[in-house]
């Protein structure tokens, strides 16, 4: 099971307003640049997180975006919800009624406890819980500034999550015949 970008990205530029709460509102176009996700992207992202209630926008020249909420009063799990929606690895988790063998079915077992051991773990994270993490993160990597609590600086890895660590492998060389 995998989580979309959207999910992904989606939680990244929360922790981005949440390691800048209190600097007033933050302009989208920062987190992209900072997150290294596009605009047109970022600006899709943040519509469901809009629509729930998590983040207020404001229009125009003093515009951007900000938390409704303290970073410690949002769940991983709301956030996750509004972005991606249930986390249920199959349908019939949610709903039985689309299978006749749900009563019996052993595998659909397993499916709710995945289901289970996902909300337990996103029901007890909050985006602060985030921030605290990447503060000991900073700390621990000697004193080298974090790409994310810089303004207007891009992280250091390129091309997003899914590529950290590849930099430095090298393909193994073909044979000619």
Same mark, same amino acid.
């Given at each position: 099971?995998?989580?979309?970008?959207?999910? =992904? @990205?989606?939680?990244?530029?929360?922790?981005?307003?949440?390691?800048? !709460?209190?600097?007033?509102?933050?302009?989208?176009?920062?987190?992209?640049?900072?997150?290294?996700?596009?605009?047109? @992207?970022? +600006?899709?992202?943040?519509?469901?997180?809009?629509?729930?209630?998590?983040?207020?926008?404001?229009?125009?020249?003093?515009?951007?975006?900000?938390?409704?909420?303290?970073?410690? +009063?949002?769940?991983?799990?709301?956030?996750?919800?509004?972005?991606?929606?249930?986390?249920?690895?199959?349908?019939?988790?949610?709903?039985?009624? *689309?299978?006749?063998?749900?009563? *019996?079915?052993?595998?659909r077992?397993?499916?709710? !406890?995945?289901?289970?051991?996902?909300?337990?773990?996103?029901?007890?994270?909050?985006? !602060?819980?985030?921030?605290? =993490?990447?503060? !000991?993160?900073?700390?621990a990597?000697?004193?080298?500034?974090?790409? @994310?609590?810089?303004?207007?600086? =891009?992280?250091?890895?390129?091309?997003?999550?899914?590529q950290?660590?590849?930099?430095?492998q090298?393909m193994?060389?073909? =044979?000619?015949?």
């Amino acid at each position: 099971m995998k989580l979309s970008t959207r999910g =992904r @990205y989606g939680l990244r530029a929360l922790l981005d307003l949440s390691l800048h !709460q209190g600097e007033g509102l933050v302009l989208l176009k920062d987190i992209a640049q900072r997150q290294e996700i596009s605009l047109p @992207y970022l +600006e899709h992202l943040i519509t469901p997180l809009l629509a729930g209630g998590m983040i207020s926008s404001t229009r125009g020249a003093q515009g951007g975006i900000s938390l409704l909420k303290h970073p410690k +009063e949002i769940k991983l799990s709301e956030a996750i919800q509004l972005l991606e929606g249930s986390l249920a690895p199959v349908e019939c988790v949610n709903h039985p009624e *689309i299978c006749s063998r749900s009563n *019996i079915c052993v595998t659909r077992d397993i499916w709710i !406890q995945m289901k289970s051991a996902m909300s337990q773990v996103l029901d007890s994270t909050t985006l !602060q819980d985030l921030v605290e =993490r990447q503060r !000991q993160k900073e700390a621990a990597s000697q004193g080298s500034e974090s790409s @994310y609590s810089r303004k207007g600086t =891009r992280p250091s890895h390129k091309g997003g999550d899914h590529q950290r660590g590849r930099r430095n492998q090298t393909m193994p060389k073909l =044979r000619s015949r």
